[in-house]
């Protein structure tokens, strides 16, 4: 099984900046995609940026120009740095990874566990 470990959220002023990190760990698997989504109460869960094999990274409209999610393939971890933070960016953010297992040959998807990133003065 694989597990994705999420770090670096908390409280932040509006402006101010956070960075998120999520690391796959487990069994040998090769991921395709990895990907940040977020989820206010109340409200779907939406996608926030994604990056695949190929590196041609997707961002939800609400956070281009201030947010970059970026991988390190030798680490099996993605990141999303995110400035400029507004209120309206308040939410669980989870990151998400499609991998297939090497051993069982599986295509999977995988949660993280969320992190909560409050923005508020």
């Known amino acids: 099984q694989v597990q994705l470990v999420e770090s670096g959220g908390g409280l932040v002023q509006p402006g101010g900046s956070l960075r998120l990190s999520c690391a796959a760990s487990g069994s040998i698997f090769t991921i395709y995609v990895m990907g940040w989504y977020r989820q206010a109460p109340g409200k779907q869960r939406e996608l926030v940026a994604s990056i695949p094999s190929s590196g041609t990274t997707s961002y939800a409209d609400s956070v281009k120009g201030r947010f970059t999610i970026s991988r390190d393939n030798a680490k099996s971890t993605v990141y999303l740095q995110m400035n400029s933070l507004k209120p309206e960016d308040t939410a669980v953010y989870y990151c998400?990874?499609?991998?297939?297992?090497?051993?069982?040959?599986?295509?999977?998807?995988?949660w993280g566990q969320g992190t909560q990133v409050t923005v508020s003065s």
């Open positions: 998400n990874a499609d991998l297939r297992a090497t051993l069982s040959g599986a295509l999977l998807n995988y």
